[in-house]
Nanobody, 125 residues
Framework: QVRLVESGGGSVQAGGSLELSCAASGRTTRALCMGWFRQAPGKEREAIAVLSSIGDITYAASVKGRFTISKDNAKNTLYLQMNSLKPEDTAMYYC???????????????????WGQGTQVTVSS
């Protein structure tokens, strides 16, 4: 199994930036697909950035061009750089993963089964 621990959330004014980190431990020597999800109050959880096992990336339309997902394999850490933040980006952000070889971001997203505890991001206008 894989354990995920997020960090880096906080409060920022609109237009600002934050970087989230997700440290993975456990069975990280096996192939992993990973992603960032978020859930705002009263809304369903949505996938905002997904990284397949072979490095393909898909972003939600709402964050494309503003957010960047990346992974440092040496540190087993997933990142989400968030720029030009908007009040509507306010949500709990979750790192997620699935051990296995998922070559498409769709298959990764549909088979995600491990979640971090979440980190709150609040953007004020």
């Amino acid at each position: 199994q894989v354990r995920l621990v997020e960090s880096g959330g906080g409060s920022v004014q609109a237009g600002g930036s934050l970087e989230l980190s997700c440290a993975a431990s456990g069975r990280t020597t096996r192939a992993l697909c990973m992603g960032w999800f978020r859930q705002a109050p009263g809304k369903e959880r949505e996938a905002i950035a997904v990284l397949s096992s072979i490095g393909d990336i898909t972003y939600a339309a709402s964050v494309k061009g503003r957010f960047t997902i990346s992974k440092d394999n040496a540190k087993n850490t997933l990142y989400l750089q968030m720029n030009s933040l908007k009040p509507e980006d306010t949500a709990m952000y979750y790192c997620a993963a699935r051990v296995g070889y998922y070559t498409s971001t769709n298959s990764c997203r549909e088979n995600i089964n491990t979640w971090g505890q979440g980190t709150q991001v609040t953007v004020s206008s």
